[in-house]
């Protein structure tokens, strides 16, 4: 069974810029959340996803966006880049919200 | 609200021997599922075991143990025969269960450091 997958890898960008991320979840799992991790803050929720509705979102400004499609791919959105927004964007799956999430590898954005 | 706390920033632990991993939460919910997992270098989140707040007994997954104490509020990881493999951070987090739909919240992490 495929894990979680995130493309890109990688990514760089300049401030200003726009960015955007996806991730397809293991099969069968519908919720997809979405977490920022940066040497100074840990690890934080950005928003979850279930069946192409946001059912939670954390405290981030509204230049993070993102969206489910019908086949529970998700994509997050970052517009205006800041210098701040560079860290590792994890994405984790799974089948509902009460059980375990698995996380793919992640995307490392660096913003210059 | 949740929070967890991880007070070691870093361990050093031989190889083959027993480390444990100190993880403590505060909560108010009586209803919480608590995880571990487990981040190599290269980034990817590596779920290792999980425990219920209502469960009876200590999680237990392979050489991965979960010293679950709940009136202190504690839930250990135990890693026993640790191998060169295991150096990576570890993080604690927990999430209501039952509640609607909540996220984890993690603790800051431990680094994990197996010498040979």
């Known amino acids: 069974k495929a894990g979680v997958t995130q493309t890109p890898r990688y990514l760089i960008k300049t401030r200003g810029q726009q960015v955007t991320l996806s991730c397809s979840p293991i099969s069968g799992h519908r919720s997809v959340s979405w977490y920022q991790q940066t040497p100074g803050q840990g690890l934080q929720f950005l928003f979850e996803y279930f069946s192409e509705t946001q059912r939670n979102k954390g405290n981030f400004p509204g230049r993070f966006s993102g969206r489910q499609f019908s086949n529970s791919r998700s994509e997050m959105n970052v517009s205006t880049l800041e210098l701040g927004d560079s860290a590792l964007y994890l994405c984790?799956?799974?089948?509902?919200?009460?059980?375990?999430?698995?996380f793919g590898p992640g995307t490392r954005l660096t913003v210059t | 609200a949740q929070k967890i706390t991880q007070t070691q920033p870093g361990m050093f632990v031989q190889e083959k021997e027993a480390v444990t991993l100190d993880c403590t939460y505060d909560?108010?919910?009586?209803?919480?599922?608590l995880f571990w997992y487990k981040q190599p270098s290269s980034g990817e989140m590596i779920f290792l075991i999980y425990q219920g707040s209502y469960d009876q007994q200590n999680a237990t997954e392979g050489r991965y143990s979960l010293n679950f104490q709940k009136a202190r509020k504690s839930a250990n990881l135990v890693i026993s025969a640790s191998q060169l493999g295991d150096s990576a951070m570890y993080f604690c987090a927990m999430r209501r269960l039952n509640s609607g739909n909540t996220p984890l919240v993690f603790g800051k992490g431990t680094r994990l450091s197996v010498i040979a």
């Open positions: 909560t108010s919910d009586p209803s919480y599922g």
């Open positions: 984790a799956s799974s089948r509902d919200n009460l059980e375990e999430q698995y």
